[in-house]
């Protein structure tokens, strides 16, 4: 094979790996014929889609990306809490607020990645960016400082991502 052959049979191993993996749990299953029709949509989906990619998309910082998926996950666990509180007890103790937030990334792949982390956690909703994608709009069920808020998303989630995609 030529050198960039296995480049376009394979455009995004990672991207590959992951979607496979998680063809595997989503179906609980790792028999062999949901191996093999994982591996096929592993295989198709990123080779479908990679003339929709305007620039590569190049992660580095692995132990970043981890740590951001931890601090993810354990993010959500604690906001799910917190919510249901909240959602249980006095109506009058929600003080729900639109923030803008000032974002730095300017990857598609990053601000869609904040975007994504922002809705999941369980509180927050973004829900607009601006046409320059120098800010995005985000809904807190309850947020008494939003200068507080702006920053622990920038710091929490928005500094490791520029750190990931550079």
Not at 7 to 20: E, G, Q, V
Request: with cysteine.
């Amino acid at each position: 094979m030529k050198p960039n052959g296995l480049r376009s049979l394979l455009p995004s191993p990672w991207l590959s790996l992951s979607l496979w993996a998680c063809w595997l749990m989503l179906n609980q299953s790792a028999s062999v014929g949901q191996m093999l029709l994982g591996a096929a949509l592993a295989l198709a989906v990123p080779w479908a889609t990679q003339r929709f990619s305007v620039t590569p998309l190049r992660p580095r910082a692995f132990g970043v990306i981890l740590r951001l998926a931890l601090r993810v996950l354990k993010d959500i666990v604690l906001s799910n809490i917190d919510v249901a509180r909240r959602v249980l007890g006095p109506e009058a103790a929600l003080q729900p607020a639109w923030v803008w937030v000032p974002i730095s990334l300017q990857s598609p792949a990053g601000i869609v990645a904040l975007a994504g982390v922002v809705t999941l956690t369980p509180g927050t909703v973004s829900s607009e960016i601006t046409e320059d994608r120098r800010y995005l709009l985000v809904h807190a069920l309850h947020c008494t400082d939003p200068a507080a808020l702006v920053a622990d998303i920038l710091a929490r989630y928005e500094a490791p991502l520029l750190e990931i995609l550079g």
